[in-house]
């Protein structure tokens, strides 16, 4: 791959969150949608652990695009990759991604304990809302005038099993 001077542009004068964030790795592309808005905090605190107070960030950016090509995989110059290894402490988002459902996001990174743990509760709290928000859509579907949102994940459940089960019954 050669060293575009749109990659070089991006370097210097970034347009977006990706191109700013990007020699973290795999950060989000899209500034929109659900999984930006949970992926944001975690991006932003890895910027701050990972880049030292002295380096500026377009020459993390230079290092990336010139030791690893703006890879994840790809190393174009040992030397320079690891020194940006280094001065990043080895903070590096390699994936994220929804599995089974829209709202079963997986994240991997690796960085100290503080950024994993963030990592997890992303994971959790976008899996509880995003599974919240599919009970109680598929809930309303049988009972628009459910009044009772508060209620707990496993309650919701229990309820759309119940609703389900009484459907089942009519029609036999």
């Known amino acids: 791959m050669s060293i575009t001077l749109n990659k070089l542009r991006a370097v ?32 932003i605190f890895m910027d701050y652990k990972a880049k030292p107070k002295w380096c500026p960030r377009w020459f993390l950016r230079l ?17 320079l990759h690891n020194f940006h290894r280094k001065l990043t402490k080895g903070i590096m988002m390699y994936d994220y991604k929804t599995k089974w459902e829209w709202y079963d996001l997986r994240i991997s990174v690796s960085g100290n304990k503080q950024i994993c743990d963030l990592a997890d509760d992303i994971q959790d709290m976008y899996y509880k809302r995003g599974q919240r928000e599919d009970l109680l859509e598929k809930i309303y579907k049988y009972n628009p005038a459910f009044d009772k949102p508060y209620w707990t994940n496993k309650e919701l ?16």
């Open 63 to 79: 290092l990336h695009l010139v030791g690893s090509d703006n890879s994840i995989v790809r190393v174009r110059n040992m030397k």
């Open 157 to 172: 459940a229990k309820y759309l099993d119940d609703l389900i089960d009484k459907k089942e019954e009519n029609e036999n």
């Open 12 to 43: 210097f004068f970034p347009k977006s969150f990706h191109e700013k964030y990007g020699y973290l790795g795999a950060v989000p592309w899209r500034e929109d949608g659900r999984i930006f808005k949970a992926m944001e905090p975690l991006v």
